[in-house]
């Protein structure tokens, strides 16, 4: 499957922002999504997975209740809907997918999108 991430940019902070990943080649509905994130000279993080039906959601403690992913399986497609953003948030986004149950290990996803910018100023 191929991903494709779209949506970031240039926000100021409080703003917000909703990145979507459309996905192609592939059924969409075979696998778990997530979103990781990874800020200059630092690894890539976690961020947020879904399950196939969409009914499991998972998030780092400190983007709960900031951050919404969610699935539209017909489009075959990914969103993570931020907001209340903070400098803090500013790196490149990817969305991957897995194969396996919902995973935060950055070993577990069998495809990966080309990432999307997401830049806040303060």
């Known amino acids: 499957v191929q991903l494709q991430a779209s949506g970031g940019g240039l926000v100021q902070a409080g703003g917000s922002l909703r990145l979507s990943c459309a996905a192609s080649g592939g059924t969409f509905n075979w696998y778990t999504m997530g979103w990781f994130r990874q800020a200059p000279g630092k690894e890539r993080d976690f961020v947020a997975g879904i399950s196939v039906s969409g009914d499991y959601t998972d998030y780092i403690d400190s983007l709960k209740g900031r951050f919404t992913i969610s699935r539209d399986n017909a489009k075959s497609t990914l969103y993570l809907q931020m907001s ?3 400098p803090g ?4 986004y990817y969305c991957a997918a897995s194969f396996q149950s919902p995973s935060r290990r950055i070993q577990r996803y069998d495809y990966w999108g080309q ?4 830049t806040v100023s303060s």
Do not use: N
């Open 84 to 86: 209340s953003l903070t």
């Open 89 to 92: 948030d500013t790196a490149v």
């Open 115 to 118: 990432g999307t910018q997401v």
